[in-house]
């Protein structure tokens, strides 16, 4: 059996995708991966995931020049999510000049939670994407 043939994708073809920091073990982001970005992310060592608003593949830092180097690719247990860890070229995961997607915490009491901004912005947004 090919290896990617033990991957669980989902009706639409597609599975979540975990991008782990190599050295922090932070979470930077999760995306989804059909089977030709998972080939191609195997393939090249570059994270290449599927943008399901562009229906297309997106190869991570295509515009914003902030690539991921994979540096190992997992499967979970069920083999239906697949882990990343990466080396984050350029420090910056999300699109909102951050290092990583996960920047807000829940903080307070129960009658008053709210999500905290943990994170600064590194980069402007503006100058990543023209």
């Known amino acids: 059996m090919n290896w990617i043939d033990e991957v669980a994708f989902d009706a639409d073809g597609l599975v979540p995708a975990i991008a782990q920091d190599w050295q922090s073990g932070r979470i930077l982001m999760v995306a989804w991966m059909n089977r030709e970005a998972l080939q191609e992310t195997a393939d090249t060592g570059r994270a290449v995931y599927w943008s399901r608003s562009r229906k297309r593949l997106w190869r991570k830092g295509e515009e914003s020049g902030n690539t991921q ?42 009658s008053a939670r709210q999500w905290r901004v943990t994170d600064e912005v590194l980069k402007d947004p503006e100058t990543m994407y023209k």
């Open 69 to 110: 180097r994979l540096c190992s690719l997992r499967l979970d247990c069920d083999g239906d999510v697949v882990l990343l860890t990466v080396e984050q070229q350029g420090g910056v995961a999300c699109h909102t000049g951050r290092e990583s997607c996960f920047f807000r915490e829940l903080t307070g009491e129960a």
